[in-house]
């Protein structure tokens, strides 16, 4: 049986596809890149579910595929934007404010129903991913196409994870640490607010490039963490090995009393 939450979500993401065609007259663009967003979001979060042999969504990960849906709305904002259609840039912001609101809310939903899942952690991450993604690419319109450092960081740390087989230590997962949570939220902040545009161009440049170089300090101590802990692993892995062991060797019957 598959995951019926999936396609609620889709349901979800066409549903605010068309409140934003009445509202914005979303353009083709918008409405490209927004049924894709929607279309992935429903085939990932399925293959998840079915690879953590789950039927259903947890409470944080209703609260968490609620943001994705509000993600996949600003996605299609942006790509018109980029095609040159003017959209209202509040209601992008509005969206994607709420979005970071409701970033808030799932973790502690997990926590206080006793739901925590690695699942729902991974898709709240991707979500977060996606969204800062998105911002940085509107914001490039005004601040340059350095800007994308910021969006790019993630997936291409995830593509060299999964391209390293000389380092498959990359693929590994480290501790969960609240001032890497509080970078991440600061780049979707500081993204939403230099895509409001209410800041001088230069504060603006200034706070993104601070988000930048914040994210790449978290990303290198990752990478660090998680190459001390293979080789932490590695050295416990020898330590426990038993003695070697000399092979029994063939015995010639024919020297046997």
């Known amino acids: 049986m598959t995951p019926h939450g999936p396609v609620v979500g889709l349901v979800g993401v066409l549903?605010?596809?068309a409140v934003l065609g009445r509202v914005t007259g979303l353009g083709a663009a918008g409405w490209i890149v927004g049924l894709a967003s929607g279309v992935a979001l429903c085939a990932l979060l399925?293959?998840?579910?079915?690879?953590?042999?789950?039927?259903?969504?947890?409470?944080?990960?209703?609260?968490?595929?609620s943001r994705a849906v509000l993600v996949c709305g600003v996605?299609?904002?942006v790509a018109d934007t980029v095609a040159g259609t003017d959209e209202p840039t509040g209601v992008l912001v509005a969206l994607a404010s709420v979005a970071l609101v409701l970033d808030a809310v799932d973790g502690r939903v997990a926590r206080r129903t006793g739901t925590v899942h690695p699942l729902g952690a991974r898709f709240d991450m991707e979500t977060d991913a996606f969204l800062i993604l998105v911002l940085s690419v509107a914001v490039t319109?005004?601040?340059?196409?350095?800007?994308?450092?910021?969006?790019?960081?993630?997936?291409?740390?995830?593509?060299?994870?999964l391209a390293a087989r000389w380092a498959p230590w990359l693929r590994g997962q480290v501790p969960a640490r609240m001032w890497r949570k509080v970078i991440a939220a600061y780049q979707?902040?500081?993204?939403?607010?230099?895509?409001?545009?209410v800041l001088p161009v230069v504060a603006a440049s200034v706070a993104v490039a601070a988000g930048l170089a914040l994210l790449v300090l978290s990303f290198g101590t990752e990478v660090l963490t998680l190459r001390r802990m293979s080789a932490s692993r590695r050295h416990e892995v020898e330590a426990l090995a038993p003695w070697p062991v000399l092979e029994p060797t063939a015995v010639d019957a024919r020297v046997l009393p």
């Open 188 to 197: 979707g902040i500081v993204l939403t607010v230099a895509a409001a545009g």
């Open 75 to 77: 996605a299609a904002l």
């Open 141 to 161: 319109r005004d601040l340059g196409w350095w800007v994308l450092g910021v969006g790019v960081a993630r997936y291409l740390l995830l593509l060299v994870a």
């Open 46 to 65: 399925t293959l998840g579910l079915v690879r953590a042999s789950r039927r259903r969504l947890l409470p944080a990960d209703r609260v968490t595929l």
């Open 15 to 17: 549903t605010l596809l």
